[in-house]
Antibody
Framework: EVHLLESGGGLVQPGGSLRLSCAASGFTFSNYDMGWVRQAPGQGLEWVSTISSSDHSTYYADSLKGRFTISRDNSKNTVHLQMNSLRAEDTAIYYC???????????????WGQGTLVTVSS | DIQMTQSPSAMSASVGDRVTITCRASQGISNYLAWFQQKPGKVPKPLIYTASSLQSGVPSRFSGSGSGTEFTLTISSLQPEDFATYYCLQHNSFPRTFGQGTKVEIK
């Protein structure tokens, strides 16, 4: 069974940094693209970032403007999101999500973690 | 960037109603469109991939259609457990973009 467990969320002051982690199990981690999606309180879903399985190419939402960095450690089945220069508008639940691809096609975000809450406030 | 516009943003419906939600892309995305359901306080659940393929375990009353720039999610007979918020997602290109969501409420 696929399991994604996020950690690292919490309260941080504006301008501060946090590093989120997502521990994956139940599948061959190195074979699949991984990503982060966030949801501000009472708001919709927002794609944040994706890292590919093949060459570790990284992709980011334009709104992040270079403040976030996604990485993965295939030896530890973990994906990270380093968040710097945090702002109040970054306050959200951050979900780790897995992509899936097989002979039938490509399926974005076929499994999700429970999320970790990031609160940016003084 | 590709913008995804969902309509309506909210709707009221009764059990047994046929419900249709539309998602429009600002440019063609072929069939790289997915639909997700989210209930309050819960994790989003995938429903449909590649515009019309039902995720395993999803009831057959859910269906998706469309290609290019216009897509629809249809619930043929709304059930009590279907009251939720629905999101479309384009994955034709990065940055991926979600629609703003459609909240389906009980009439």
């Amino acid at each position: 069974e696929v399991h994604l467990l996020e950690s690292g969320g919490g309260l941080v002051q504006p301008g501060g940094s946090l590093r989120l982690s997502c521990a994956a199990s139940g599948f061959t981690f190195s074979n699949y693209d991984m990503g982060w999606v966030r949801q501000a309180p009472g708001q919709g879903l927002e794609w944040v970032s994706t890292i590919s399985s093949s060459d570790h190419s990284t992709y980011y939402a334009d709104s992040l403007k270079g403040r976030f960095t996604i990485s993965r450690d295939n030896s530890k089945n973990t994906v990270h999101l380093q968040m710097n220069s945090l702002r109040a508008e970054d306050t959200a639940i951050y979900y780790c999500a897995k992509d899936h691809s097989d002979s039938s096609g490509f399926y974005p975000f076929d499994h999700w973690g429970q999320g970790t809450l990031v609160t940016v406030s003084s | 960037d590709i913008q995804m516009t969902q309509s309506p943003s909210a709707m009221s419906a009764s059990v047994g109603d046929r419900v249709t939600i539309t998602c429009r892309a600002s440019q063609g995305i072929s069939n790289y469109l997915a639909w997700f359901q989210q209930k309050p306080g819960k994790v989003p659940k995938p429903l449909i991939y590649t515009a019309s393929s039902l995720q395993s375990g999803v009831p057959s009353r859910f269906s998706g259609s469309g290609s290019g720039t216009e897509f629809t999610l249809t619930i043929s007979s709304l059930q009590p457990e279907d009251f939720a918020t629905y999101y479309c997602l384009q994955h034709n290109s990065f940055p991926r973009t979600f629609g703003q969501g459609t909240k389906v409420e009980i009439k």
